[in-house]
C-alpha cells in the first residue's frame, strides 16, 4: 500500500524498482483496491448471475477453510519433517485478539528476543524450521487463523532462493497465502518483509532471485492492506555492503546486533500499525 508520510519513508527505503517491473498476475481479491482509489466503469451485471458468482465464492471459501490441509500444497517429507513443531506451536493457547503474528521461515524462529525487543506490543512468533512458501500453504490452517491477528508479518522466501525455486513461483504462492488469510482474518493487516540480501546470497551468486522476489513483494503492496517492509538497508553500509556484524558464522542468520537492526526498523511500522495504547499486554512467546 502506498501511503503518506512519515510511515512511508520507514517502509521504502531502498531504491525504487526498475521503471518496468514485471507486474504480478492481476486478481481481483488481491489487488482490486488500489491507493489511492482509481474509479473504474462496471461492466453491466445481471443480479441473478452476480448472486450465483457469490453464492459459489462463500461455498468455495468455506470448502478451504474446513480443509485439514490446503489441496493446493500435498504432504512431502519436507512437510513431516515439521509436524511436531507446527503440533507444538498449534497446540500453544491462543492469543488475545488484535495482536501481531509473525510468520514465515528461520529469521522469525531464531529471534529468540523478539518478545523483549518487541514489548509491550503483544507479539506471538509462529515462524517454523527453515520453511519455504509451500510449507506456510500446507501449514496454513493450523498457525495462521488461531492467532486471530490485526497484524501478520511474513518473512518467507528465502530458502526457497536456496533451493532454486523460480521468483515466479515464490510471489504465486505468496499471493495464494495473502488471500487465505484475507479470508481467515477479514480486517488484518499484512507487513511483506524483503528477503535478506545476506552475505550467503552473494557468494552463491542468488542475488538476483532476491530482488526479483522484492519486486514482486512490493507490487503486493499497491493493495490497501498490504504493506512492504525493506529491512536490507538497515543491515548494509553505506555502500550496500552487508555489515559483518550482523550475521553469524553461516553468514545466513542474523546475530544478536542483527536483529537490533531489524527491531530498529520493524518496530516503528508495527506501532504504526497497531498502535501502542491498544497494545499493553506483554508480547507472547509460542
Not at 480443509?67 to 507446527?86: D, F, G, H, N, V
Request: hydrophobic share 45%.
Amino acid at each position: 500500500m502506498t501511503i503518506p508520510s512519515p510511515l512511508r519513508t520507514v517502509i521504502w527505503s531502498s531504491p525504487p524498482p526498475s521503471p518496468n517491473p514485471r507486474p504480478p498476475p492481476q486478481s481481483a481479491a488481491l489487488l482490486s483496491s488500489a491507493w489511492p482509489p482509481c474509479a473504474a466503469a462496471a461492466a453491466p451485471e445481471f443480479a441473478p448471475v452476480r448472486r450465483f458468482g457469490r453464492l459459489l465464492s462463500l461455498l468455495a471459501l468455506g470448502w478451504l477453510l474446513a480443509s485439514p490441509a490446503l489441496p493446493a500444497a500435498e504432504a512431502t517429507p519436507r512437510t513431516e519433517k515439521y509436524a511436531a513443531e507446527i503440533d507444538r506451536l498449534a497446540a500453544a493457547p491462543a492469543p488475545a485478539p488484535g495482536g501481531i503474528l509473525l510468520i514465515g521461515s528461520s529469521i522469525f524462529r531464531k529471534w529468540t528476543t523478539f518478545a523483549a525487543d518487541l514489548a509491550p506490543l503483544p507479539v506471538t512468533n509462529r515462524a517454523f524450521g527453515g520453511s519455504q512458501t509451500p510449507e506456510q500453504l500446507f501449514f496454513f490452517n493450523q498457525l495462521v487463523p488461531s492467532s486471530r491477528a490485526g497484524v501478520v508479518v511474513w518473512y518467507c522466501g528465502s530458502n526457497d532462493v536456496n533451493a532454486k525455486r523460480p521468483p515466479e513461483e515464490v510471489l504465486a504462492n505468496t499471493r495464494e497465502w495473502l488471500a487465505l488469510t484475507r479470508a481467515a482474518l477479514p480486517d488484518v493487516r499484512v507487513v511483506l518483509m524483503s528477503v535478506i540480501r545476506a552475505p550467503q546470497k552473494r557468494a552463491d551468486g542468488k542475488l538476483a532471485p532476491v530482488e526479483a522476489i522484492n519486486r514482486g513483494l512490493l507490487a503486493l503492496s499497491e493493495a490497501d492492506d498490504v504493506d512492504y517492509l525493506d529491512v536490507n538497508p538497515a543491515l548494509e553500509d553505506a555502500a550496500g555492503e552487508p555489515l559483518p556484524d550482523c550475521y553469524v558464522a553461516d553468514q545466513l542468520h542474523l546475530t544478536p546486533e542483527g536483529y537490533q537492526r531489524l527491531t530498529s526498523v520493524l518496530r516503528p511500522v508495527l506501532e504504526k500499525l497497531r498502535p501502542a495504547p491498544g497494545a499493553k499486554g506483554a508480547a507472547q512467546a509460542e
